[in-house]
């Protein structure tokens, strides 16, 4: 079965400093891999994902992941944080052995950005 | 244009009743879907329809009834509404059912059970 590890339920980083956001992943296939962003009061919003090829993908709004088999993770990284970037992250992984467009999400970690 | 819209947004009710939630999609997409998020921001599937057809069917109380009169509409009707149903319901749809397509999500719809 397939599963996503979300290290550190809630991280706390300076206006400016760099932004680490840590997911490991567990799958018996290879996943496909992606971030969603949920700013307050709204729904979800792709970042970034990962299915084949090129191993660091870019995202939007400056982020940017690295998909590390040999690490099982999916780490999301900002060299610069802004105020507007204070969300809630969720790492995701599909491609079950049925692939179908399931998605399990991890369990989420809430960004603060500090002025 | 809202890509995919909810309604309500919010739903506050009585144990027992009935409710349904509604949404929509036009973005031409195939497959919809229906998700959960606890009051600790978890989220988890719990159907998914492409085309109309039921395709993914978690673990979920049989209270709960999805009905897709159209690949652009995917509700979902809950019936004897209990304490624990209280959650933020999260629909969504991709271009079709198969993993690695971005899902394109609704605002969400507060549901709040007394």
């Known amino acids: 079965a397939q599963s996503v590890t979300q290290l550190g339920s809630h991280v706390s980083v300076s206006e400016g400093a760099l932004v680490l956001l840590r997911c490991n992943y567990s799958s018996s296939v290879p996943p496909y891999l992606f971030w969603y962003v949920q700013y307050p009061n709204q729904g979800l919003q792709l970042l970034l994902k990962?299915?084949?090829?090129?191993?660091l993908v870019k995202g939007i709004n400056g982020f940017e992941a690295e998909f590390k088999k040999s690490e099982t993770s999916f780490h999301l990284t900002k060299p610069s944080a802004h105020m507007s970037d204070a969300a809630e992250y969720f790492c995701?992984?599909?491609?079950?052995?049925?692939?179908?467009?399931?998605?399990?999400f991890g369990q989420g970690t809430t960004l603060q950005v500090k002025p | 244009d809202t890509a995919v819209s909810q309604t309500p947004k919010y739903l506050v009710t009585q144990m027992g009743n009935d409710k349904s939630i509604k949404c929509e999609q036009n973005l031409g997409h195939d497959t919809m879907y229906w998700y959960k998020q606890d009051s600790k921001k978890f989220l988890k599937i719990m159907f998914s329809?492409?085309?109309?057809?039921?395709?993914i069917n978690e673990t979920v109380p049989n209270r709960f009834s999805p009905k897709s009169p159209d690949k652009a509409h995917l509700n979902l009707h809950i019936n004897s509404l209990e304490l624990g149903d209280s959650a933020v319901y999260f629909c969504?749809?991709?271009?079709?059912?198969?993993?690695?397509?971005?899902?394109?999500f609704g605002p969400g719809t507060r549901l709040t059970v007394l």
């Open positions: 329809y492409n085309n109309k057809e039921l395709i």
């Open positions: 995701a992984v599909s491609r079950l052995p049925s692939n179908t467009g399931k998605l399990i």
């Open positions: 990962y299915t084949t090829g090129a191993t």
């Open positions: 969504a749809s991709s271009q079709d059912g198969l993993a690695g397509l971005e899902q394109f």
